[in-house]
């Protein structure tokens, strides 16, 4: 047996470990005090990786925040979502409506003549089976029918039945609305024809051209005939003139009112702001705002008594975040103006930041439900406006009218239009001293492209000649904004979270690889010192054995 094998062996893995040291030297233990050591730069890392992943963790948990509030908001992003409105119907049973944040207070009185219809015909004469031929020509014929007045062509073919000629009518890929049914009354099956479509345009009648006998538009019996509905608001129009449309759903009578008539009869609506629904959405407008603002603060805050600061204190991006944040609830609304408009902020409504510092709320949006109530008592319409409004516009002059702008191209703000009419039409035009577009024979004057009024268009009333200079006001509530805005912050590639997220990422995989190297290191070290011992504890331990066996011969000579 060699000597190593008495003081050392070998671990299953392939490491040398020391079970009993003809030395007596514990080098096991040495080489794991060794490795401790070395590993104090690995433990050195893994603080210093875990705290990336903690402020990465904290990023997420923020950026799930203002997602949670950018889909709060857009819940109430328009007047009409949140400026809640309640309409009631003295008569419910003729009319009821919806108002929308638009809808003016007050009463209006209405009177249903009659509701729009839809025409329905049936045949005259009945068959004693639904099996029973209708075309008993030996070849196909034709049944046509005009809607809305368009004719549509169908091929019967011999031997069909009323069910075929249903079935035929509404598989018909050009069928435009009309739908045949199979009627029976105990003793014979009639055909049905009826348009889907209300109002006095939606007509519908056999085609002359029809070759089905026993089906020509003189066969069937009109059970209900097409028309509009009738209606009169606050007994306007006068006389015998009556309000006419096509649809019992009509939105288009009085600003912010969808009216939806049921029958004919006579009542008063009563449209009002319901303002605990109103309350109810500013409260949670200020409580989600909050949420984020105190998240931000959190990891951002520093401890004058302690001289700590958060895990995030100092973080330029955040910084930016907070600042963005507090300056939209706290400015005036993207072009709010003082000439037009009642509110051009939320302070006037009760809204304002806690600046008191070591307040509980420090740096949050404080709610006064009493001033608010009475700003929303005031001027509704004023109030949904700054808090919702979208791309809302108006003009300092009757002379000039906003028309339009285009979703996603065109800035809220306030612009000055100037232009020149010579010979009764415009000559020049610009928006914001940048040069506008405009045509000879139109009075409409559009913004450039890739300006911030792209895609704006303002008409001129007045042609008179001369030279113009008039303002136009888009304007932009807090709400739509904040969505705008978080949008931005929380995009995937471009936001700023995002962006952090993803270097907080790579930072903290570039530390796991300095891990993985050191680690490497170590094991490659614990093994080279592993067999080093080794070999030195076997020497050692045979000269040990050569200390013993001299031991033993001087002995020997001494006893000589």
């Given amino acids: 047996m060699a000597i190593g094998d008495a003081t050392s062996g070998t671990s299953t893995s392939g490491q040398v470990y020391f079970a009993g040291l003809g030395s007596g030297t514990d080098f096991d233990t040495l080489i794991k005090k060794l490795v401790e050591v070395e590993q104090s730069r690995v433990k050195t890392y893994q603080t210093w990786q875990k705290s990336w992943l903690t402020k990465n963790t904290a990023f997420k948990d923020l950026n799930s925040k203002m997602l949670s509030l950018r889909t709060t908001l857009q819940g109430m992003d328009t007047v009409n979502e949140f400026l809640k409105k309640s309409a009631d119907s003295t008569d419910s049973s003729s009319l009821t409506a919806t108002a929308g944040g638009e809808a003016e207070s007050g009463t209006y009185t209405y009177t249903v003549k009659q509701l729009a219809q839809n025409k329905m015909m049936v045949t005259g004469t009945g068959y004693n089976t639904n099996t029973e031929d209708i075309n008993s020509q030996a070849t196909a014929v034709s049944f046509n029918y005009t809607y809305k007045g368009v004719t549509i062509s169908n091929s019967v073919p011999a031997s069909a039945t009323i069910n075929d000629l249903a079935a035929i009518i509404n598989a018909n890929p050009s069928n435009n609305g009309v739908r045949a049914s199979v009627l029976y009354d105990g003793t014979k099956y009639y055909m049905q024809l009826r348009g889907l479509d209300t109002g006095a345009a939606s007509s519908l009648v056999v085609a002359s ?133 009642r509110y051009t902020s939320l302070s006037p409504l009760g809204l304002s930041t806690d600046s008191v510092e070591g307040s509980a709320t420090f740096g949050q949006i404080i709610l006064d439900e009493d001033k608010f109530k009475e700003a929303l008592e005031a001027d509704p319409l004023a109030v949904g406006k700054i808090f919702a409004a979208q791309y809302s516009g108006d003009t300092d002059s009757a002379q000039i009218t906003y028309s339009s702008y285009i979703q996603g191209i065109t800035k809220a703000g306030e612009y000055n239009v100037q232009y020149t009419v010579a010979g009764g039409k415009i000559t020049s035009a610009t928006i914001n001293g940048h040069a506008a577009s405009f045509a000879s024979n139109s009075a409409n004057i559009t913004g450039a492209s890739g300006q911030d009024e792209a895609g704006m268009v303002v008409r001129v009333n007045d042609l008179t000649d001369g030279t113009y200079s008039h303002n136009v006001y888009l304007r932009l509530g807090k709400a739509p904004e904040l969505v705008d805005e978080l949008a931005d912050l929380t995009n995937a590639d471009t936001g700023p979270l995002n962006i952090l997220q993803k270097n907080y990422v790579t930072i903290s995989d570039n530390i796991q690889k300095k891990i993985d190297s050191e680690n490497r290191r170590i094991s490659a070290m614990e093994t080279h010192m592993r067999n080093r011992f080794a070999r030195l504890d076997a020497l050692l331990g045979q000269y040990s054995q050569i200390q013993g066996q001299l031991s033993s011969q001087i002995a020997q000579i001494s006893k000589a």
């Avoid at 009112?257 to 959405?281: H, M, R």
């Fill in 209 to 341: 051209s029809s070759s089905l006998p026993g089906f020509s538009n003189g066969s069937f019996n009109i059970t209900q005939a097409n028309q509009d509905a009738q209606i009169k608001i606050n007994n306007w129009p006068l006389s015998n003139a009556w309000i006419s449309r096509a649809s019992n759903t009509i939105s288009d009578v009085v600003t912010g009112l969808t009216l939806t008539l049921k029958n004919s009869g006579a009542g008063t609506l009563t449209v009002g702001t319901d303002a605990d629904a109103v309350l109810e959405n500013v409260r949670t407008f200020v409580n989600q705002v909050n949420t984020v603002r105190k998240q931000v603060r959190d990891l951002t805050k520093f401890d004058s008594n302690t001289k700590e600061g958060s895990i995030l204190t100092g973080n330029y991006g955040l910084q930016i975040i907070g600042t963005i944040m507090q300056n939209i609830t706290a400015a005036p609304g993207i072009g709010f103006n003082d000439a037009t408009d």
